[in-house]
């Protein structure tokens, strides 16, 4: 169902809650629990693609959200570890893979409009304050990771 404003386009759903359009980055925003923890959600959309078929993908991802969680952790695990640990001051101690697990954190969850999602976390300073984004789709599986800001 949306509700429409001169101001405001907004759509009302179960796990989502109310998702806002913001116009500028053509996603709809909102906040979910991801295995018990809070999280944003973005999901893109256009005027070929709209936000039922956005939805679709969050909601396979939600509903087995744990098998998706070690799948995202694994693959951060494998391609960030050794780099997290090279990025340390000489003379540190070295991060571990359950360290580097314990202080990354997820903050939200986009899906672009070609299906593909990513998964933003917080590096607790692993990386300086960098965020460590990873991605993949359905159909493919977890298959990038990315170091941003």
């Not at 070690?70 to 540190?92: I, M």
Request: net charge negative; with cysteine; hydrophobic share 40%.
């Amino acid at each position: 169902m949306f509700f429409e404003s001169p101001q405001t386009v907004s759509v009302e759903t179960e796990r989502y809650g109310t998702l806002t359009l913001h116009r500028y980055s053509d996603r709809f925003e909102g906040k979910a629990l991801w295995n018990g923890s809070p999280i944003e959600v973005a999901f893109a959309v256009s005027d070929d693609v709209d936000i039922a078929s956005q939805l679709k993908i969050g909601d396979a991802l939600f509903d087995d959200s744990s098998a998706w969680a070690e799948k995202v952790s694994a693959y951060a695990v494998q391609q960030n570890l050794a780099l997290a640990n090279d990025w340390q001051e000489v003379g540190s101690a070295t991060i571990t893979e359950e360290e580097f697990l314990r202080r990354l954190q997820l903050t939200s969850l986009s899906i672009g409009l070609d299906g593909r999602f990513e998964f933003y976390h917080d590096d607790g300073d692993l990386f300086y304050g960098h965020c460590i984004i990873i991605g993949g789709s359905l159909a493919e599986g977890v298959d990038d990771s990315q170091l941003f800001g």
